[in-house]
């Protein structure tokens, strides 16, 4: 997916604000029923390219979750980090990360969207590629020394989730660093529908695939109405693990 909603906009003169996730979760419904649960992502960006409004959380700036954090936490990280970003959608993080000087891979299960992305940010030397965290090929011999995941956990059907953080783990290298920033809820939450909020227990496992935790910030953001929100950091140990 992509960098940053805000994920609601304001109701126009007071009536209330259109759900702009319906037409998402009507593809969804539909590709999961057909039995390719991915292709509701590029089924939706196919029809962003008339009506952008489609992609919600595509706003085209980098993710302020992100970029707030960029200058504390990117001080453990080696100058010129190789960073893959997770469902790049537009790319907007890539691109904010290249521009910092970070070599970046980034990579969306749409190929309407790496299209997009790659073109507008041609001038930028970011590796584009249309694939998904259940498909091989996104890793160098020695991982990346950074991965950063925005948004993308939330749009996977829960029975999904837990192969594909599985799948996260492995691409951070040695002394590399899992950034993840998504919706949060408690056990006894209410799911809801597409975005679903993940659960702690579920990023607790990356633990036991080899990363340790950092830091990790559960909080509600400024958005109306305010968004419980996960930010989590895990680190690979240089040896071990």
Not at 69 to 81: C, I, K, N, V, Y
Request: aromatic share 8%; glycine share 8%.
């Amino acid at each position: 997916m992509s960098s940053s909603p805000p994920e609601q906009d304001p109701p126009p003169e007071g009536a209330p604000a259109p759900d702009r996730k319906a037409r998402a979760r009507l593809l969804r419904e539909r590709a999961a029923a057909a039995g390719t649960p991915d292709r509701w992502c590029e089924d939706l960006y196919r029809e962003a390219a008339s009506a952008p409004e489609l992609v919600f959380w595509g706003d085209r700036v980098p993710n302020p979750n992100l970029t707030a954090r960029w200058e504390a936490w990117s001080r453990d990280l080696p100058a010129h980090p190789e960073v893959l970003v997770t469902g790049a959608g537009y790319g907007d993080d890539a691109a904010w990360l290249a521009d910092r000087g970070a070599r970046v891979t980034a990579f969306d299960v749409s190929p309407s969207a790496v299209a997009a992305a790659s073109g507008r940010f041609s001038d930028r030397p970011i590796r584009w590629l249309a694939g998904d965290l259940f498909a091989p090929g996104l890793q160098p011999a020695a991982g990346f020394q950074l991965v950063v995941e925005v948004y993308t956990l939330q749009v996977l059907h829960p029975g999904r989730r837990a192969a594909a953080i599985a799948s996260l783990a492995p691409l951070v290298s040695p002394g590399g660093e899992l950034w993840i920033i998504a919706r949060g809820r408690d056990a006894d939450d209410d799911p809801g529908e597409l975005p679903w909020p993940l659960l702690r227990s579920e990023l607790a496992h990356l633990t036991q695939l080899g990363l340790v935790e950092h830091s990790f910030e559960d909080y509600f953001d400024e958005e109306t109405p305010p968004l419980r929100r996960f930010v989590a950091r895990y680190r690979r140990p240089e040896t071990g693990g």
